[in-house]
């Protein structure tokens, strides 16, 4: 079992930068692949990015690519979202997310956060 607790989210304007922080407990975050989804009112939850076990292999969706980033402090149990030049579209419930495949299906992954609320105004 792994428990995921995700924080930094809030209100920011268009054009900011924000930065998640989803901390690991349980097992070793290093055992799993690790990533990030979002969740828009009335949307689907769709996949943002992923990481490798040890930070090798990125995978990102296309609506993010340059402006996103993704990293994992092992030693630490801490996984990052970097969020810049952010779009009134990015608003949405952010998840964070351990599976054991680096993968964009929601379903690979086994143990998911509750949610931060990430917000961006015009």
Same mark, same amino acid.
């Given at each position: 079992?792994?428990?995921?607790?995700?924080?930094? !989210?809030?209100? /920011?304007?268009?054009? %900011? =930068?924000? @930065?998640?922080?989803?901390?690991? #407990?349980?097992?070793? +975050?290093? &055992?799993?692949?690790?990533?990030?989804?979002?969740?828009?009112?009335?949307?689907?939850?769709?996949?943002?990015?992923?990481?490798?076990?040890? !930070?090798?292999? /990125?995978?990102?969706? %296309? =609506?993010? @690519?340059?402006?996103?980033?993704? #990293?994992?402090?092992? +030693?630490? &149990?801490?996984?990052?979202?970097?969020?810049?030049?952010?779009?009134?579209?990015?608003?949405?419930?952010?998840?964070?997310?351990?599976?054991?495949?680096?993968?964009?299906?929601?379903?690979?992954?086994?143990?998911?956060?509750?949610?931060?609320?990430?917000?961006?105004?015009?």
């Amino acid at each position: 079992q792994v428990q995921l607790v995700e924080s930094g !989210g809030g209100l /920011v304007q268009a054009g %900011d =930068s924000l @930065r998640l922080s989803c901390a690991a #407990s349980g097992h070793t +975050a290093s &055992n799993y692949v690790m990533g990030w989804f979002r969740q828009a009112p009335g949307k689907e939850r769709e996949f943002v990015l992923a990481i490798g076990r040890l !930070g090798v292999g /990125v995978v990102y969706a %296309d =609506s993010v @690519r340059g402006r996103f980033t993704i #990293s994992r402090d092992n +030693a630490n &149990n801490m996984v990052y979202l970097q969020m810049s030049s952010l779009k009134p579209e990015d608003t949405a419930v952010y998840y964070c997310a351990a599976g054991q495949l680096l993968s964009i299906r929601k379903n690979v992954y086994s143990y998911w956060g509750s949610g931060t609320q990430v917000t961006v105004s015009p």
